[in-house]
């Protein structure tokens, strides 16, 4: 008889606490195996660390029509379908600005992001090309900070080209997962000041890199770590506390390397690459002309002016100096 009191107590003590449970009385706090509602902001985190990037699914996005074959991207930015994210976080905020650019804007000091291309092509070699300048307006007058292109992106590994208008100089930077190391830098004092475009182009084959602002070649790297990736765009801010960056007239397409060569004395123009084939120009002192690659055994292959047919000028005699280097030069036969 004891027994059975004990278990219908027993069954009242449970029943009160359902109905009590069911009706939200009993604010039992949620577990910390249950899941909530609540998601993270993302955040953009300092240089020292890696940043995540706002992503936008890799699906089929509409791009402003080209006319040449040999474009694999282009984006004026006049259109909002095409793509981009378009995101704001505590201390940055990116998306189309109208009528004609993407910008992104960092509210912070010493914070970076990066924003890929939304159908999110793993290129090898290519070159791309970007106009881009600083929006007064909204950017501190006083501090540092670096934008430009990032490329070869494979998660928080990639490259980045980037300016800064301020100390009129140039960066080429690597990130990887431990964070961002300096390949290479420069001087270049054609940089624009604030509400001006300048253009920055990579050109990129297999493991070398060329780096040109304002159609003037800056510098060129070897580093053979990241073979393909992503391309898209890259802000950092140092000491300044507010950087607003306009990004127009993205252009990626196939590798179109330019290739000139000086000419330092007086050169044979040949109709093919040796000594034994006949003569058909001559070069002189301060000419420049347009190269196309350089054989096997260094005979760099050019334009010949008038002519419908290339001619070839021996390297190994010294009196070609070329932009870039010939070591980044297809190689060609005749």
């Given at each position: 008889?004891?027994?059975?009191?004990?278990?219908?107590?027993?069954?009242?003590?449970?029943?009160?606490?359902?109905?009590?449970?069911?009706?939200?009385?009993?604010?039992?706090?949620?577990?910390?195996?249950?899941?909530?509602?609540?998601?993270?902001?993302?955040?953009?985190?300092?240089?020292?660390?890696?940043?995540?990037?706002?992503?936008?699914?890799?699906?089929?996005?509409?791009?402003?029509?080209?006319?040449?074959?040999?474009?694999?991207?282009?984006?004026?930015?006049?259109?909002?379908?095409?793509?981009?994210?378009?995101?704001?976080?505590?201390?940055?905020?990116?998306?189309?600005?109208?009528?004609?650019?993407?910008?992104?804007?960092?509210?912070?000091?010493?914070?970076?992001?990066?924003?890929?291309?939304?159908?999110?092509?793993?290129?090898?070699?290519?070159?791309?090309?970007?106009?881009?300048?600083?929006?007064?307006?909204?950017?501190?007058?006083?501090?540092?900070?670096?934008?430009?292109?990032?490329?070869?992106?494979?998660?928080?590994?990639?490259?980045?080209?980037?300016?800064?208008?301020?100390?009129?100089?140039?960066?080429?930077?690597?990130?990887?997962?431990?964070?961002?190391?300096?390949?290479?830098?420069?001087?270049?004092?054609?940089?624009?000041?604030?509400?001006?475009?300048?253009?920055?182009?990579?050109?990129?084959?297999?493991?070398?890199?060329?780096?040109?602002?304002?159609?003037?070649?800056?510098?060129?790297?070897?580093?053979?770590?990241?073979?393909?990736?992503?391309?898209?765009?890259?802000?950092?801010?140092?000491?300044?506390?507010?950087?607003?960056?306009?990004?127009?007239?993205?252009t990626i397409q196939d590798l179109n390397l330019s290739l000139m060569c000086n000419v330092n004395g007086s050169?044979?123009?040949?109709?093919?690459?040796?000594?034994?084939?006949?003569?058909?120009?001559?070069?002189?002192?301060?000419?420049?002309?347009?190269?196309?690659?350089?054989?096997?055994?260094?005979?760099?292959?050019?334009?010949?002016?008038?002519?419908?047919?290339?001619?070839?000028?021996?390297?190994s005699d010294g009196y070609m100096s070329c932009t870039p280097t010939v070591d980044l030069f297809p190689i060609v036969t005749p």
């Amino acid at each position: 008889m004891k027994r059975q009191s004990i278990s219908c107590f027993n069954f009242i003590v449970v029943l009160i606490v359902l109905i009590f449970t069911g009706a939200g009385c009993g604010n039992i706090p949620a577990t910390a195996n249950e899941p909530t509602s609540i998601e993270p902001t993302p955040s953009l985190i300092p240089v020292t660390s890696s940043s995540p990037s706002p992503e936008s699914p890799a699906t089929s996005v509409p791009q402003v029509p080209v006319s040449d074959s040999n474009v694999l991207f282009h984006d004026d930015f006049t259109d909002p379908t095409t793509g981009w994210p378009e995101d704001k976080f505590d201390n940055y905020f990116v998306g189309y600005h109208e009528p004609e650019y993407y910008h992104v804007e960092v509210t912070g000091t010493n914070y970076k992001t990066t924003v890929f291309e939304p159908s999110r092509q793993s290129l090898t070699d290519f070159t791309t090309d970007l106009q881009v300048f600083t929006a007064s307006s909204k950017t501190s007058p006083e501090g540092d900070f670096h934008f430009g292109l990032a490329f070869r992106r494979s998660g928080d590994q990639y490259y980045a080209f980037t300016i800064s208008p301020r100390t009129k100089k140039w960066y080429v930077l690597k990130s990887s997962p431990s964070g961002l190391t300096t390949l290479t830098e420069g001087t270049i004092e054609g940089l624009h000041d604030a509400d001006v475009d300048d253009t920055l182009r990579v050109d990129a084959q297999g493991p070398n890199f060329l780096f040109h602002v304002n159609d003037q070649l800056v510098g060129q790297f070897t580093d053979p770590d990241y073979s393909s990736g992503e391309i898209g765009f890259y802000v950092e801010s140092f000491d300044s506390p507010a950087t607003h960056i306009h990004f127009d007239q993205l252009t990626i397409q196939d590798l179109n390397l330019s290739l000139m060569c000086n000419v330092n004395g007086s050169v044979n123009v040949r109709s093919g690459p040796g000594k034994t084939y006949p003569q058909v120009a001559v070069l002189s002192n301060g000419d420049t002309v347009q190269a196309l690659g350089i054989s096997p055994n260094q005979w760099i292959k050019i334009v010949v002016e008038g002519s419908d047919e290339p001619g070839w000028v021996s390297y190994s005699d010294g009196y070609m100096s070329c932009t870039p280097t010939v070591d980044l030069f297809p190689i060609v036969t005749p």
